[in-house]
């Protein structure tokens, strides 16, 4: 990266915008937005045929199902461990070609910590609900909220709050925001009366956060362009 020199005109205000702005090029110029929305986006679709073939349902013969999701227990632990790391090394790398530091190892860490949160928290649900048996009726709205928020794509969506807080990036916790609303209070949750019907509906949240994290990815490179 080049810049122009400053003008030495003793002005402080002026010295202080030039600094601001050098300031703001550099962030902008660390800023590796659609490298990071690619890959979460990548590791949401690919969690699909995990969860599908790897979801145990159980249908009684008055209609009623049970299910367990291990598929996805197996593969969201390392593929977020392997995406986060990614992630790092592509802002590395973009930061070292341009002689430029990066901020990366805060969010290398939030990723690394949201690994161990989601099983834990997924799991401490599944224990509480054992305990408590369901409602009568339809589940509790904050049920379903915090049911979205411990999933894999919720805590996609608090990691990219922190990279957004990191890069100082207004569009990123803009897109950030529209996500989470989206996955946490939008998409429909109709499990079906039987073996395929429960797995496509699980499928349908993870279609739509891959889509809009590839979309997202393919609109932040465009503007970077």
Known sequence: MTTPSMAADGDPRRILADVRALAHRVRVDQRMTWAALLVLGGMTLLAIPFDWFGMRVDCGPDGGCTFARNGMLYYWPAAMLIGYGIIAVCYLRAARSRGLGARVLPYAITGAVTTLVFPAAWLAVHLYFQSHPYPAGPLPFWYLVLDRLVMPWGMIGVALL???????????????????????????????????????SMALPQVVAGIVLLLGAAGFARSRR
């Open 162 to 200: 922190v990279l957004a807080w990191l890069e100082r990036n207004l569009a990123l916790l803009l897109f950030t925001t529209g996500y989470l609303a989206l996955v946490l209070l939008l998409l429909p949750m109709n499990d079906g009366l039987d073996t395929f019907g429960i797995r496509a």
